[in-house]
């Protein structure tokens, strides 16, 4: 049986039933990484955070939850569809890291023309029909915005919390609260605020040059009461990394993103501990 046979789209009513949020089998954490508008690295922050979560010892999968613009399979440089053992798809494995992604399913340039039923489908098919093993974290790389997918994952999974990408910019930030807000009136708790771009270090003479602004951020996370993860500089080798399909994050140029990777751990595990012990659904 095809993969894409695996992938069954579910009509208007099956859709809008409501479903408990149960715990993915073997997944200790689920993280969603979302933003409040395109463009700002939301994608470049989740495949490099997954690394280096996996470069720190972690069990991690990454959830390409970005099904109309679903980048992962090249910044990841994976070039082969997953296969299914009976009724389970199996995720493919690269850099220490567990992939399942639309673009897997939908390759090329071919755009995909859907509606919530079946981007619900979808979402539930990658959380629940995916043999993703034990894993520590699952990190889940949204669209921008706030739709049909995110609240679909909302609504049916049980989050760890979020992390909300932005760059200094006005224009960034004002959709950064929103998205915010959209996981705050959810009561998805979240992990912090990462300001992507933060500045440019000149190569001749390595002044720093705030391209976006500066501070934006860390003066929105600190408004909002919510935590500061970080700055992340507009590197070019991050750009080289996720057109290559070879992330910053495998070498040291990727040390920023560890240490925010050891942020996402600390905060991560004050959630869990608020939440108390946790129950493991076998399959």
């Known amino acids: 049986m095809g993969l894409c046979s695996k992938i069954e789209l579910m009509g208007p009513n099956a859709a809008q039933a409501e479903q408990p949020k149960l715990p993915i089998p073997g997944v200790k954490n689920l ?41 992962v399979p090249l910044m ?3 070039r082969t569809a997953p296969s299914a053992i009976g009724e389970r798809i199996q995720p493919i494995e690269k850099n220490g890291v567990r992939i399942m992604s639309m673009g897997f399913l939908n390759p090329g340039d071919k755009p995909l023309v859907w509606r919530g039923p079946m981007l619900h489908s979808v979402i539930q098919q990658f959380l629940r029909g995916v043999d993703w093993g034990e894993l520590d974290y699952l990190i889940i790389d949204l669209p921008p915005g706030t739709g049909d997918v995110q609240l679909t994952l909302i609504q049916t999974a049980p989050l760890t919390g979020a992390i909300v990408v ?34 440019l270090e000149c190569p001749h003479c390595k002044e720093r040059i705030d391209v976006f602004s500066h501070g934006g951020g860390r003066k929105t996370a600190e408004t909002m009461n919510i935590h500061f993860l970080g700055e992340l500089a507009l590197d070019p080798a991050v750009r080289v990394g996720g057109d290559s399909g070879n992330p910053v994050t495998l070498g040291d140029a990727g040390l920023p993103f560890v240490a925010i990777a050891h942020e996402v751990e600390r905060r991560a595990a004050q959630e869990s501990s608020k939440k108390g012990p946790s129950i493991q659904i076998e399959d």
């Not at 508008?37 to 989740?46: Q, R, Y």
Request: hydrophobic share 45%; glycine share 12%.
């Open 31 to 71: 993280i969603a990484v979302g933003s409040g508008k395109g463009g700002v690295g939301k994608t470049t922050v989740s495949v490099n955070l997954a690394i280096a979560l996996a470069r720190l010892g972690h069990k991690v999968g990454l959830m390409d939850a970005d099904v109309y613009g679903p980048n």
């Open 76 to 78: 990841m440089g994976v």
């Open 166 to 199: 932005t760059t200094p910019s006005d224009v960034s930030l004002e959709d950064a609260r929103k998205a915010i807000h959209m996981f705050l009136q959810v009561r998805v708790p979240i992990l912090g605020l990462v300001e992507n771009m933060s500045y």
